[in-house]
Nanobody
Framework: VQLQASGGGLVQAGGSLRLSCAAS????????MGWFRQAPGKEREFVAAISWSGGSTYYADSVKGRFTISRDNAKNTVYLQMNSLKPEDTAVYYC???????????????WGQGTLVTVSS
């Protein structure tokens, strides 16, 4: 599976962005998908994950209620809708794929290249 993340940019605090992650390959619908982020000088951290069917979603406490992960298996795409953005959300956001849902980046086999989100105060 090859992944291509997009949708990052500069936004003011309180604003919104939607990230997309397009996957190649016909087996996308069999993979769980996750979003992670990495701020400068920090470790990569879990943001959200979704099961292969989209029936189960998981969020980090820091984004719960503000971010929504979803997927469209017909379009081989997973999304991360980010609302009420805060300066501490500034990071490079990565999408990842694996056969099972997991919260650790070490569990994911496939990664996109990352897209930068910058939230100004």
């Amino acid at each position: 599976v090859q992944l291509q993340a997009s949708g990052g940019g500069l936004v003011q605090a309180g604003g919104s962005l939607r990230l997309s992650c397009a996957a190649s390959g016909r087996t996308f619908s069999s993979y769980a998908m996750g979003w992670f982020r990495q701020a400068p000088g920090k470790e990569r951290e879990f943001v959200a994950a979704i099961s292969w069917s989209g029936g189960s979603t998981y969020y980090a406490d820091s984004v719960k209620g503000r971010f929504t992960i979803s997927r469209d298996n017909a379009k081989n795409t997973v999304y991360l809708q980010m609302n009420s953005l805060k300066p501490e959300d500034t990071a490079v956001y990565y999408c990842a794929a694996d056969k099972t849902v997991a919260g650790s980046p070490y569990e994911y086999d496939y990664w996109g290249q990352g897209t930068l989100v910058t939230v100004s105060s």
